[in-house]
């Protein structure tokens, strides 16, 4: 019909145009209809509507049409749509990468979004985006005179030639619309740059390119200037001597090494050790001492965050030291750890030695400096074990290969205990019910009346009140065999310990207090036991009798108060003796420390079985339990400990807010502890990796007090806050916890 009609509308065709001409116009008349009904056919949503092709994700966003398809900055719009939400939170609209400020949404409603159009906007696709979702997009036409491009920001602002830039900004355009970067009054080529859009263009740093400044041109029309740092990496000429041990002097020796900074430093073999260990640094030299922890292989100077070449080093490692063995009763098939110093990183070819029989390679699970997890080997026998690192050997520490029918304790919860207390023994071997098994508390049998519960691997038991105070030997028979002996400690008082084994962590806060930092590296060589409570006042008067409590606020559970640092050594050295156990402090050579006496030099035995207070290391370390926030436990102080926020004016009984993950309460608030250091405010600077203290002399007249009390405001009472007291010093918001070596 629309071809009879577009024939009859042409004026006399019949009678003015011959018959072939009239095919040829009639094929002509064919084809316009065939595109006049595909334009027809395709769904009008406008004028130059240019939606994406981008796939929008299931439940986006959808732009259904816009209230005027162009217009001026500053202008009016209104989307039609559905899924915007009810108000705009975090939504966001979008022209051309141009995103809307705050001050331009004028009202936001699920279906529609009202909003003045952005300043820098110009002609592209308005996209919506909500909680991440972004939707299909509509054609804009910004009208207007175009405004300059602005470079808001270069990421990173430094590289080598040939690393990738990123320009973000705005009003960019399009490359193809005759938009170039001029650097250091150079154009730069067109094959250098990788991605350009409206707010966002990528380039290649040109070859030979020096430092200099940058700006976009943009139909004509000229960006601000920026700073661009080409960067010299830095390069390794020589490091002297080549061959060191660890704590050995180094120079290395090169150009374009810079200044230390916090992002400037030396690797080696990938560690990077702690700022204590570099002696001086300038542009072609570094001075440094080696780093316990290195191993041989490249160091390598990162200087603005571009590293050097590598170039080798060989560290000959100090001789590989055993300190334990857990456990020390296995059978061939059983893991064992060694726990020690000088291990190495890595394995390698280094092996361990068990009883006579070398480990097999397929048998070690961990292997690092400190800790080895390896397999008892078949044929193994009771004898030492060994390490062979780099073809040096070991000090030897004993091992027991038990038989299959041996009976193993392993642990023994609580290690100090009272008459009457349910005493729990883990390990292997004890026969799935007692039978004719018993068990022997140093000579005397315990009755059976006294065992509670026996399986293959644990056994609960009452202590009873026949054996004094002191060092108790638990043995175990099983099957006619004897078990290896463990020692618990019977005690006048009911002091529950947490046991916290050996282990690394990061001492210190670089965001803390002025006394607080460096965070550094730190190592705990061994295990100890740690009270899961301070010392309370009801502990306190078991020890020195019932009259002797010098706290403020009298109540048996909460912790004991208004005692100076003298006073809290004699409760150590006075609980000790009555568990027959060593006293660890002494003055000149007596026990009897003066409670006011200042002048006096303690002196602590560590290896003695006593208890003492904790050191700073010690406490740290067990109050983090390996968080490495501020707080440790759950993070909230709220949860943690009582502080200034809770607005109480007392200490509060012990136990009353959540543990730590090593089951240890009020490490945070409360009141704060004592610890056996003395204070040096910068001793973080210079302090060892391994096993830190500060002993007192007369030339640290402060000890130092950690976790805060109710007193202080949250910050002061985190994990790695110090503060520093006289240690004649009597407040009501300083009690203290215990601890003793295992």
Known sequence: MLKDNLIKSNIGINTIVPKYHQRILSQYLNAIIICIILILMIPFSGCNDNSSNNPVPAGAPVIDSLSVIEGNAGEMLTIYGKRFGANRDSGSVEINGIH?????????????????????????????????????????????????????????????????????????????????????????????????NNVLIQFKIPANSVTGTLEVTVNHLTSNKVNLIVATPPQIMEITPSSVKQGDEIVIRGINLGTKTSENYVTFNGYKPPDLYYISWN????????????????????????????????????????????????????????????????????????????????????????????????????GKVFLYINGVKSNGININITSEQNPIIEEVSPPTVLSGDLITIKGKRFGSTQGVGYIYLDTLKLSNNNIRTWSDNEITFIFPDALSTGNIEITIYANNMASNKFTIVKSI?????????????????????????????????????????????????????????????????????????????????????????????????????????????????????????????????????????????????????????????????????????????????????????????????????????????????????????????????????RESISPTVYQFNIGFRIVRKK
């Open 100 to 196: 809307a400020e705050l001050s331009d949404y004028k009202d936001w409603k699920d279906n529609s979004i009202k909003l003045t159009i952005p300043v820098y906007a110009s002609s592209g696709n308005i996209f919506v985006t909500v909680s991440g979702k972004k939707s299909n997009g509509k054609y804009f036409n910004v009208l207007g005179a175009q405004l300059n491009p602005v470079i808001d920001s270069l990421v990173p602002n430094h590289g080598l030639p040939g690393e990738i830039i990123s320009i973000h900004g705005k009003a960019f355009g399009n490359v193809s619309d005759s938009g170039y970067i001029i650097f250091n009054a150079s154009m730069v080529e067109k094959p250098d740059i990788v991605n350009w």
């Open 283 to 382: 542009t072609t030299e570094i001075k440094m001492k080696v780093p316990d922890g290195a191993t041989s292989g490249n160091i390598i100077v990162f200087a603005g965050g571009i590293k050097s070449n590598p170039f080798p080093v060989t560290i000959t490692l100090p001789p590989p030291v055993i300190e334990k063995i857990v456990p020390t009763y296995c059978k061939p098939g059983d893991f064992i750890e060694i726990y020690g110093i000088n291990f190495g990183q890595s394995r390698v070819s280094n092996y361990v030695e068990i009883g006579g029989k070398r480990a097999n390679d397929i048998d070690y699970t961990i292997w690092n400096n400190t800790i080895i997890k390896v397999k008892v080997p078949d044929g193994a026998v009771t």
């Open 493 to 721: 008082l009911n002091i529950p310990v947490s046991l916290i084994l050996s282990g690394s962590f990061k001492m210190g806060y670089d965001n803390g207090g002025e006394w607080d930092k460096p965070a550094h590296n730190v190592t705990i060589s061994y295990d100890y036991y740690i009270g899961k409570t301070e010392i309370t006042q009801k502990q306190w008067k078991i020890v020195f009798g019932s009259t002797s409590n010098p706290s403020k606020l009298k109540n048996d559970n909460n912790p004991v108060e208004q005692l100076n640092w003298f006073r809290a050594l004699r409760f150590c050295n006075s609980l000790s003796a009555i568990e027959n156990r060593t006293p660890c402090y002494t003055v000149n050579g007596s026990t009897d420390i003066n409670e006011d006496d200042e002048s006096q030099v303690v002196v602590c035995n560590f290896n003695a079985d006593g208890w003492r207070l904790p050191t700073e290391a010690e406490w740290e370390y067990a109050c983090r339990a390996t968080t490495t926030g501020e707080f440790s436990g759950t993070g909230k102080i709220s949860e943690m400990g009582w502080t200034s926020q809770d607005k109480v004016n007392n200490p509060q009984e012990v136990a009353k807010r959540k543990p730590n993950k090593w089951d240890l309460y009020d490490m945070h608030g409360n009141v704060m502890e004592w610890c056996w250091d003395g204070f040096e405010a910068t001793f973080y600077e210079t302090s060892p990796t391994k096993d830190p203290r500060v002993n007192p002399t007369l030339e640290t007249p402060e000890r130092t007090v950690r976790g805060g009390s109710y007193q202080n405001s949250p910050e002061l009472c985190s994990s790695s806050h």
